[in-house]
């Protein structure tokens, strides 16, 4: 049996040194077998970090691993271009096509590539579109809600939701205007695609969807590093649904507008503005039960101020980046 030695490990929330990890368990060093190999590097290991919210059709998907990000969901495309995707690279976890009102966004965005929108005419056409979004490989289902457009109507919505789940798949839905987080939340949504960012949420919502959705947090794509009022409103809706108990998931839209195709370290100091230390920020980016692992060659610095400097240097520990300083038992 072979063994990971790391100098340091974070694991289940917590940092250990002396640890051996293999197949997801990890052990006291002092329990490895004699007779087991060792594998040593220097650094710290990290359970496989992730972003939750990126688009294949703009941005190169593969060429993000060498930016540290060991998994990405891609939240809307042309599902057989998506589904190619990730069956050469099964770390892309895909929604399929944005399930949108007829004539409503993003049909009538110009990024939005032909075929990548999937029009909900009716309760019964939203069980087949769900059911062809399973039959093609998706793990989640991407609903959009745009106040400045057409939108599903309550019980077509909840009817798209109802079948989601009935096949076991969360639903992600682009919320954006006034009402539009209520109506996710009444249908059932699991999570939403963004931090309410058009207006500042009413608090009694807020607390609601604490209760019930996770958060993908997206705060980067507002001014890409300059302060926007689009910024601010969404870190502060994202504190008081922290302070309501509320689940945030680390993602950043890549594709929309220049981020960086990598960790961001914006993306981190905004989640750290909205008042996440970096022990729910490395949980938030984390996704239970995936078997890749991140490695920080310098190790893991958990210090507020610099927190977000050292993330970004992690890299995927894979075939792809192999540590020299691997040695033998």
């Not at 689009?230 to 594709?255: C, S, V, W």
Request: aromatic share 6%; with cysteine; charged share 20%.
């Amino acid at each position: 049996m072979t063994w990971l030695v790391p100098d340091s490990l974070w694991w289940d929330g917590r940092l250990s040194a002396r640890t051996a990890l293999r197949d997801g368990r990890a052990v006291p060093l002092a329990e490895v077998p004699p007779g087991d190999e060792r594998l040593r590097l220097p650094g710290t290991v990290l359970p496989g970090l992730g972003d939750a919210h990126v688009h294949s059709a703009l941005v190169d998907v593969p060429t993000l691993r060498a930016g540290g990000l060991a998994y990405v969901w891609d939240l809307g495309g042309v599902p057989e271009k998506v589904a190619a995707l990730a069956k050469r690279h099964p770390w892309v976890r895909y929604a399929g096509p944005f399930l949108i009102a007829p004539g409503g966004y993003p049909a009538d965005r110009a990024w939005a590539p032909a075929g990548s929108c999937r029009e909900i005419r009716s309760a019964a056409d939203a069980a087949d579109a769900v059911g062809e979004a399973h039959a093609s490989g998706a793990t989640l289902v991407k609903v959009t809600a745009h106040a400045a457009g057409p939108m599903l109507p309550p019980a077509t919505l909840a009817a798209l939701v109802g079948a989601a789940h009935a096949l076991g798949l969360p639903v992600v839905v682009h919320a954006e205007g006034p009402g539009t987080v209520a109506a996710a939340l009444a249908a059932g949504a699991d999570v939403l695609a963004h931090t309410p960012w058009t207006e500042e949420l009413d608090d009694a919502l807020v607390r609601d969807c604490a209760a019930r959705m996770t958060w993908i947090s997206t705060l980067d794509i507002h001014g890409w590093g300059t302060p926007t009022p689009e910024r601010g409103t969404a870190i502060g809706n994202l504190r008081r649904f922290l302070g309501y108990g509320g689940k945030a998931r680390y993602g950043t839209d890549l594709g929309n507008g220049p981020l960086p195709p990598a960790i961001n370290a914006r993306e981190l100091r905004g989640l750290q503005e909205a008042g996440m230390a970096p022990a729910d920020i490395l949980a938030a980016m984390a996704e239970p039960g995936r078997p890749e692992l991140s490695w920080l060659p310098a190790g893991l610095d958990l210090d507020p101020a610099t927190f977000a400097g050292s993330l970004a240097t992690a890299r995927v520990l894979g075939p792809e980046v192999c540590p020299r300083h691997i040695v033998g038992p």
